[in-house]
């Protein structure tokens, strides 16, 4: 195979893992067929002129230390991402690796990453052919058997993840988002053993839940919608029962599940012209922070031929979706959020950010 790959290496406009699939389009071929073979080719290609990032590092040549294989950990543990040898980051630089040096590097990754890491991270290593030098590259997938580490500083001090284009060292919190991820645990699905069902109060929620499905829920449901968890013939509430509560252990446990509007005079957040904090528990939210909004934009009217019409400065659709989304990240996050969603607007734009 690699005869195969080095052969394919010379040809600067394919990659090799695509040409070892794909034959070379003959001059007989189609112009549609050749138009977007060309197409994605380019697409797939682009990587190297994008600056680096949490899924792409740029080598001129194999670093000191173990710089690869916290890369390698951090990509395992994150999305995913590229290490590209051969080109210089900063200024960017195509080098290109020699052509005597390419396979003895493609073995030192594999080794490397094999030796150094663990659980097992098994990459895809390629050659790509780029302004006619070739370029070693090692893709790594997003693992499933989070959390991945450093094999010779343990999973507490080897632990890396992305951030940016940087490599940090995994906090405990992040350490138990990771382990969740290998669960397959959302956040909100998770128990909170420091309480109980009697000190979670779920009436306003319950009622407004019967009055908009016609439904009752009862304790079944309230199981079934993952909102409680019986053990040891216990009720135990999730994260999810707590911040659709109005209990004060809410407030307590989720400090900064809270909606802050503020409207601003000018471009500058100095002298406030209204503003609003909305604590209600979370599906309650929204309706206030519509209301804020609608009470800090400008309603117009068009006269028509017979009835007027009127229309908001910005579309409520679209607000109200916002708002929507911003809550649904803050549920489905990994770990506690550290600060309360934001809504700014500024007077010289109406609503600006």
Known sequence: ???AIWENSTRPSWNTRFSLQTPTASADAPKEEAAIHNSSLTIHHSF???PESRR???KEAWPKGEQIARTV???ANGAGGKIVFGVKNKPRDIIGIPDDELFALEERVANHIFDCCTPTIIPEIYI???EGKPLLVAEIFPGSQ????????GKHKGTYVRIGSVNRLASEEILVSLERDKRKISYDEVVAYEFTAEKINLKRFIADYTTSTGKPLSEEKLLNLGLFVLERETLFPTHAALLLSESPDRKRFFPYAKIECARFKGT????FLDQATIDEPIYATIEPCMAFIKRNIALGSR???IYREDRWEYPLEAIREAIILSKSRFINRKSQVKSPKRFYGFSAYCMGR
Request: net charge positive.
């Open 1 to 3: 195979w690699k005869s």
């Open 48 to 50: 190297w002129l994008q």
């Open 56 to 58: 792409l590092e740029f």
């Open 73 to 75: 950990v951090a990509f």
């Open 128 to 130: 790509q052919n780029v």
């Open 146 to 153: 989070k959390p991945y580490y450093l094999k010779d500083k």
């Open 268 to 271: 500058e957040t100095k002298v």
């Open 303 to 305: 006269i028509g031929e």
